[in-house]
């Protein structure tokens, strides 16, 4: 069973930054992909950035050129460093893996609060 588990969340004004992390419970070669969802009250569930195996990296026009997607192979984690923070990214982000059979994998949520 993969276990992913979140963390660097918190509360932050407008303009701020946080970083999350994701650690996972296995090497993270053997997923075919990671990324970031993230869902806001009353809001369908969204990809915010995803990396490949391969390292190619997608993102969610909201968030290009503010947030950046990494990963650590060593340590088994993926990171997503957010600037210039704005109150429409306040939601509760997830990370998500997806294995190279196809089966996916979420992190329990971690809560991100962007006041104005």
């Known amino acids: 069973q993969v276990q992913l588990v979140e963390s660097g969340g918190g509360s932050v004004q407008t303009g701020g930054s946080l970083r999350l992390s994701c650690v996972a419970s296995?090497?993270?070669?053997?997923?075919?992909?990671m990324g970031w969802y993230r869902q806001a009250p009353g809001k369908v569930r969204e990809l915010v950035a995803r990396?490949?195996?391969?390292?190619?990296?997608n993102y969610a026009g909201s968030v290009k050129d503010r947030f950046t997607i990494s990963r650590d192979n060593a340590e088994n984690t993926v990171y997503l460093r957010m600037n210039s923070l704005r109150p429409e990214d306040t939601a509760v982000y997830y990370c998500?893996?997806?294995?190279?059979?196809?089966?996916?994998?979420w992190g329990q949520g971690i809560q991100v609060t962007v006041s104005s």
């Open positions: 998500n893996a997806v294995s190279l059979s196809g089966s996916g994998y």
């Open positions: 296995r090497n993270i070669f053997s997923f075919n992909a």
């Open positions: 990396i490949s195996r391969g390292g190619s990296t």
